[in-house]
């Protein structure tokens, strides 16, 4: 069974930073494209970004271009995504997808940009 | 950047009705349009992938079509299990969510 969990969410002040994981579990990680999507609250999904198989493509939207920056292991089936010098607006739950059509999604991790 | 516009933004209906949600693209996306199921606090789900393939498990009332601007989502006969946010998404340059249809029942 496919299984993604997400982790390292929480309350942080602008213009800190943080680091946002997803363990991966029931596929072979390393065969695919990986992406975080993210939802504020009572709002759509936006995604943030996308990393290739190995690592040395990524892909992000303007808003969070220069910010934000994907990355993975995958001798440990494992997604993360760094996000600096954060804004309210960036406040959502963050989950982690496997890009094939994001056919598989966690569970989501809140992270809450305030002071 | 291509827009995705959805309507209705909300839409009210009766256990066996057919429902269709509409999502319009700014350009063409050719069939590159996923259509996905957020039910209250979950994460979405995938029913439909390019334009109109259904995902494994989907029940057969949700079907897709469309090409180039216009796409719909289709439910044959709605189910209380339905009553949900669908959300369409292009692939076809960058990567671009409408806002959503929220369906509740009448």
């Known amino acids: 069974e496919v299984q993604l969990v997400e982790s390292g969410g929480g309350l942080v002040q602008p213009g800190r930073s943080l680091k946002l994981s997803c363990a991966a579990s029931?596929?072979?990680?390393?065969?695919?494209?990986m992406a975080w999507v993210r939802q504020a609250p009572k709002k759509g999904l936006e995604w943030v970004a996308t990393i290739s198989t190995s690592g040395s493509r990524t892909y992000y939207p303007d808003s969070v271009k220069g910010r934000f920056t994907i990355s993975r292991d995958n001798a440990k089936s494992s997604l993360y995504l760094q996000m600096n010098s954060l804004k309210s607006e960036d406040t959502a739950t963050y989950y982690c997808?496997?890009?094939?059509?994001?056919?598989?999604w966690g569970q989501g991790v809140m992270v809450t940009v305030s002071s | 950047d291509i827009q995705m516009t959805q309507s209705p933004s909300l839409l009210s209906a009766s256990v066996g009705d057919r429902v269709t949600l509409s999502c319009k693209a700014s350009?063409?996306?050719?069939?590159?349009l996923n259509w996905y199921q957020q039910k209250l606090g979950e994460a979405p789900k995938l029913l439909i992938y390019?334009?109109?393939s259904l995902q494994t498990g989907i029940p057969s009332r949700f079907s897709g079509s469309g090409s180039g601007t216009d796409f719909t989502l289709t439910i044959s006969s709605l189910q209380p299990e339905d009553v949900a946010t669908y959300y369409c998404?292009?692939?076809?340059?960058?990567?671009?969510f409408g806002a959503g249809t929220k369906l509740e029942l009448k």
């Open positions: 029931g596929f072979t990680f390393s065969n695919y494209y």
């Open positions: 998404y292009q692939y076809n340059s960058g990567y671009t």
């Open positions: 390019y334009t109109n």
């Open positions: 350009q063409n996306i050719y069939k590159y």
């Open positions: 997808a496997r890009h094939n059509g994001y056919d598989y």
